[in-house]
C-alpha cells in the first residue's frame, strides 16, 4: 500500500512533465510551458494536478484537436494578416503607429466620401424641385 502512495506521485510526475513538453504551445494555458514544467517539478504533485486540471486545453471542452486557423470560419481575427506579411504582434510598434494612422486615413477618406455624396443628393434634389 505505501508503494503504491509512493510511485502514484511519481507517475503523475512523469505523466505531466511528458504532457507539457509534447504539447503544442498553442494548447498550454494560463503560463507559458517553462512555468509549467518549473511548478510540476518543484511542487510534484499540486503541480502536476494544476496542470491537468487548468494548464492544458482539451478537445472535449470545446477546443479542437489542431491547431485553431482564424480564417477558416473567414472570421477576422487581430492578426489575421494578407499573405506575405507578418503577424500585426510581430511588427514593430512604429509599424504598428504606420497601420494606425493609415487606417484612419482610410475611415476619415470614407466619411469625407459619404459627405461628399450626401451633399450630392442635396444639391440634385434642391435642382428637381426648382423651377427652370
Given at each position: 500500500?505505501?508503494i503504491?502512495?509512493?510511485v502514484?506521485?511519481?507517475?503523475?510526475l512523469?505523466?505531466?512533465?511528458?504532457d507539457i513538453?509534447?504539447?503544442?504551445?498553442?494548447?498550454?494555458?494560463?503560463l507559458p510551458?517553462?512555468?509549467?514544467?518549473?511548478?510540476?517539478?518543484?511542487?510534484?504533485?499540486?503541480g502536476?494536478?494544476?496542470?491537468f486540471a487548468?494548464?492544458?486545453e482539451?478537445?472535449?471542452r470545446g477546443?479542437?484537436s489542431?491547431?485553431?486557423a482564424?480564417?477558416?470560419a473567414g472570421?477576422a481575427?487581430?492578426?489575421?494578416?494578407?499573405?506575405g506579411l507578418?503577424p500585426?504582434?510581430?511588427?514593430s510598434?512604429?509599424?504598428?503607429l504606420?497601420?494606425l494612422?493609415k487606417?484612419?486615413?482610410y475611415y476619415?477618406?470614407q466619411?469625407?466620401?459619404r459627405?461628399?455624396?450626401?451633399?450630392?443628393?442635396?444639391?440634385?434634389k434642391?435642382?428637381?424641385?426648382?423651377?427652370?
Amino acid at each position: 500500500m505505501y508503494i503504491v502512495l509512493a510511485v502514484l506521485p511519481l507517475v503523475l510526475l512523469i505523466a505531466a512533465l511528458a504532457d507539457i513538453i509534447t504539447r503544442p504551445d498553442w494548447q498550454v494555458l494560463h503560463l507559458p510551458k517553462i512555468v509549467w514544467v518549473l511548478l510540476v517539478i518543484l511542487i510534484p504533485l499540486v503541480g502536476s494536478i494544476l496542470w491537468f486540471a487548468i494548464g492544458r486545453e482539451y478537445a472535449g471542452r470545446g477546443g479542437t484537436s489542431q491547431a485553431p486557423a482564424p480564417h477558416a470560419a473567414g472570421v477576422a481575427t487581430p492578426d489575421a494578416r494578407p499573405a506575405g506579411l507578418p503577424p500585426r504582434s510581430r511588427l514593430s510598434t512604429e509599424q504598428q503607429l504606420e497601420e494606425l494612422e493609415k487606417e484612419f486615413a482610410y475611415y476619415e477618406a470614407q466619411e469625407r466620401i459619404r459627405q461628399l455624396e450626401a451633399e450630392i443628393e442635396e444639391r440634385r434634389k434642391r435642382s428637381e424641385t426648382e423651377p427652370d
